[in-house]
């Protein structure tokens, strides 16, 4: 499954946009769907756009390995206190009711991090759909 049928199930499945991380927990789709191989990562594929955010120190390397073109950085003193505020502003215009998660792969701590960030989101487990 490529990048655009992943999207096209998440729309079938009602499942606004995705968040796939390689944040404290290592998600092994993230290298998959971007091929590009991060120590920290996150790629947003919401229905009519996908963006990666990688750490600064891998951004030059990203963009020359990275299937994935719209690629953003995020700064190392802000990856801890201002990740999810910068996801949820990439997400701010989007309408997102409905967020996917892969539970098989994040921890109980980031999950209950994530729903504290994105407060009036639901989450969907999207691990089924990954495992496909």
Do not use: C, H, W
């Not at 030059?60 to 995020?74: D, V």
């Not at 309408?95 to 994530?114: A, C, M, P, Q, T």
Request: charged share 35%; no cysteine.
């Amino acid at each position: 499954m490529r990048l655009k049928e992943f999207q096209k199930i998440l729309k079938s499945r009602k499942i606004d946009a995705a968040l796939i991380m390689n944040y404290r927990s290592k998600d092994p789709n993230l290298l998959y769907f971007t091929q590009f191989e991060s120590d920290f990562g996150i790629l947003v594929a919401a229905k009519k756009f996908v963006r990666s955010v990688d750490a600064q120190m891998e951004i030059e390397r990203a963009k020359k390995s990275s299937i994935i073109k719209n690629i953003m950085k995020i700064e190392k003193k802000d990856r801890k206190e201002r990740l999810f505020d910068f996801i949820r502003g990439l997400l701010k215009k989007q309408n997102i009711r409905r967020i996917g998660i892969n539970k098989n792969i994040v921890s109980l701590n980031e999950y209950k991090e994530i729903k504290k960030s994105f407060k009036n989101i639901k989450f969907a487990d999207i691990s089924k759909i990954l495992n496909k």
